[in-house]
């Protein structure tokens, strides 16, 4: 049982001046681990919100600290952005006598093939996985090649499992483009997974409009709108099309993070 009185745990996320929600899980995550009193600090940063990734060491009275990820893939944001922003020189950087621990990002462990198996069953429940092409979909950058990497990783793995007929990435910005998924399904069943973080402005906005779910932006989730979710199914193109919420909204993430703080123990010993 993970016990450290004596440190803090920082959770960063990208935050949004555009959607309100969509720093929301990062803080969900965070109280559930205040909730469990493991840590004698627990703090969120944001690099579009407050507190900003800057700022963020000044809240910090411990000497021991551990930095998580609440990034999907290990790309631009976790090995430039961050480690740039907090001052980082490795996974341990010392500032006199504080000790600030860099984790791993949340997105590379390997509880999300399950989590992400889990979304997808909940959101077509009845639906025959062998009937059904089954998309994990990620943003894509030109910034950093390793942004499409991990959505690639959950699909290798899913797909080896044999359980769904078609198991695909794609992406918002690089091919094989979502807006594509039509053409790119082979079954009359298609599951949409978010590779996200949050419900915000990517997966709850752009993509709905890139699937053709919707003809304009819904607006944010938390703004009283009728949720887009509450269309499953849909029926276009000639199929059956389920929307899941984010990855990163499952409850399981806050134990993810916790996870990722025992990993670098067991590695830096």
Not at 65 to 76: D, L
Not at 96 to 113: D, F, I, L, N
Not at 209 to 216: F, K
Request: charged share 20%; net charge negative; glycine share 8%.
């Amino acid at each position: 049982m993970l016990s450290k009185p004596d440190s803090a745990l920082i959770i960063v996320g990208h935050g949004s001046t555009l959607n309100p929600d969509s720093s929301a899980p990062t803080f969900d995550h965070a109280e559930e681990i205040v909730r469990r009193g493991i840590f004698g600090e627990v703090h969120c940063a944001f690099w579009k919100e407050e507190p900003s990734f800057r700022q963020v060491l000044h809240c910090v009275e411990r000497n021991d600290v551990y930095v998580v990820p609440n990034f999907i893939s290990e790309g631009y944001f976790t090995r430039t952005v961050i480690p740039r922003e907090l001052g980082l020189d490795g996974p341990l950087t010392r500032f006199g006598a504080r000790a600030v621990k860099y984790c791993e990002p949340v997105g590379s462990h390997g509880k999300m093939t399950d989590l992400l198996l889990h979304r997808a069953r909940s959101v077509a429940p009845g639906v025959p996985p062998e009937q059904t092409t089954l998309f994990i979909v990620g943003h894509g950058t030109n910034l950093n090649d390793n942004s499409a990497l991990a959505a690639k990783r959950e699909v290798e793995r899913i797909a080896a499992l044999g359980l769904y007929a078609d198991v695909q990435s794609s992406y918002m910005e690089e091919a094989p483009l979502i807006s594509d998924w039509a053409t790119l399904a082979s079954q009359p069943n298609v599951v949409v997974v978010p590779f996200f973080i949050a419900d915000g402005l990517h997966s709850y906005e752009d993509i709905p409009v890139l699937l053709g779910i919707a003809s304009e932006s819904p607006g944010a989730a938390s703004a009283g709108q009728a949720s887009i979710f509450a269309g499953n199914p849909y029926s276009l193109r000639g199929k059956t099309l389920f929307y899941a919420s984010s990855i990163g909204t499952e409850p399981g993430f806050a134990d993810v993070i916790l996870d990722q703080v025992a990993a670098f123990d067991s590695t830096s010993r």
